[in-house]
């Protein structure tokens, strides 16, 4: 998104170089517009408690989404059934609004007997089809709220051998709904070489049982050529592995979003690059690999 | 039990000194019998796959027990129902045999419904007291092949939010059958202070729920200072915070068990020393807090 803002900003300075028929100006309204109007996303996170999805969404967006959160207790968990909670934020980069809503499942995988436990989320999806099919089959069609799901970011446990037979049921019963992007939570829990193998293995899992994850886009061809490698390095690590962090420790006298182990500190900032099995220091890591 | 043998060694010094009536040979008696005969030690793992039991078993008794253990796919596991799995070993320290038994128990707690999936785990426990009871009331009674659960190791997710409800089914199911030792899982992956935390929580819990813990026995009030010392620590630690490792790594010149991670290393080694939360060197951890 950050590399969209970019190109329009270059179509708008070439706009006022050179003025004509009028045509050239579209993208550029569109982009006020846009700007104007703002962006909806729906992100779903899913996944069994404990695997740090509050803490990885409050770290992508910077924001602290669950403030008024309460941990429930073992006794209340054993009562409690799968929940929909939805926390909407709005959040502005260099005047661009997005207005983001997480949707949590809290409860997920967490009971004794998971059968169907993944019936709440398939049928709120379902919902939400339904309701914008409604609305844009009505009179006014203006102002829709779309609340469909754009991508549910499916947390998998850094212990299981593979997948578990709750992530590969869950995953089948919402791959035709929603783009699911699989990823490996607190992988700092795993050292590089661990972490290959058990991403070679989910990604034989996910063929396996005919899983459809979501596919990133071809990138332009017209793109650069480290930008291809970046798409083509981003694309080969799926399913990404990734930490997440809210608390702020001191690294190298900088001041980062990480985790600090008596061995070390590890960083939680987003970047695709790889890991580097050689590099022991503090600050070498990304949130994201 | 290596203090133990240490006892037993200085009397063996003492009585070969003063040569009195007789009586005093009997402890030596005794442990020469012991040592002769060996000790029987059946230990049982559970807790749900991934969180490092075979690993930790292998770790303490620098042992490998799974050589030829088969991981099964996402596909089997589905299928799968709890077993019981016994691995015996015999292990020689100083002359003192000692034959191990683990009772392994795979697939607890992996299934979507894990209802009633310590049923065949109880079940075990009741036949080898049963069995064990019909071998006492028998006339051979020489040799009577003790197949008892000493102790279960019982291993918890470092990522729950404290117990889940099947840690808490599965121990109120047991608690007055064998000692259960919980084990909080994999603690390299919790800051230092997440541990105190969950620790704390899990605790609590153990007390609401009324789940009877093996308590340790009260140490010798003629043991020295330091021991007790010792003693009362390790008591505080409880639910013991764990890691394990199987492969060796190079820390500061020296080959110790531990794990490799990209910002420092942790090593596997057992001692009851507290983690010190501003020592960020490798090798400063123990396998055990």
Not at 117 to 122: M, N
Request: hydrophobic residues 35%; glycine residues 8%; aromatic residues 8%.
């Amino acid at each position: 998104q950050s590399r969209g803002a970019e190109h329009r900003e270059k179509g708008v300075k070439s706009d006022h170089e050179k003025q004509y028929v009028g045509f050239a100006t579209l993208p550029n309204q569109v982009h006020r517009k846009s700007v104007k109007k703002g962006f909806d996303f729906t992100l779903m996170v899913a996944g069994e408690s404990g695997l740090g999805k509050s803490t990885l969404v409050n770290s992508l967006f910077l924001t602290d989404l669950y403030k008024d959160r309460k941990l429930l207790n073992a006794e209340e968990r054993i009562n409690q059934t799968v929940e929909i909670v939805k926390h909407t934020v709005d959040i502005e980069e260099k005047g661009v609004k997005l207005k983001l809503t997480i949707v949590d499942t809290p409860g997920f995988g967490d009971a004794v007997n998971n059968t169907e436990c993944w019936k709440p989320i398939t049928d709120y999806i379902d919902q939400q089809f339904e309701q914008y099919f409604r609305d844009e089959s009505g009179l006014n069609r203006k102002n829709i709220q779309d609340n469909r799901v754009h991508c549910c970011l499916y947390f998998i446990s850094p212990f299981g051998h593979g997948l578990r037979p709750v992530d590969v049921e869950f995953m089948k019963a919402l791959h035709e709904k929603v783009n699911i992007v699989p990823l490996i939570a607190k992988a700092d829990c795993l050292i590089p070489s661990e972490i290959r193998k058990l991403k070679e293995r989910i990604r034989e899992e996910i063929d396996k049982f005919g899983i459809k994850v979501y596919q990133f886009p071809e990138c332009d061809s017209d793109e650069d050529e480290e930008f291809k490698q970046q798409d083509r390095e981003l694309k080969e690590s799926a399913p990404f592995a990734v930490i997440g962090s809210n608390t702020v420790v001191e690294a190298k006298g900088q001041r980062v979003r990480g985790r600090l182990y008596p061995w070390g500190i590890v960083e939680g900032k987003c970047s695709a690059q790889e890991w580097q099995p050689g590099g022991t220091g503090p600050g070498r890591t990304a949130g994201l690999w």
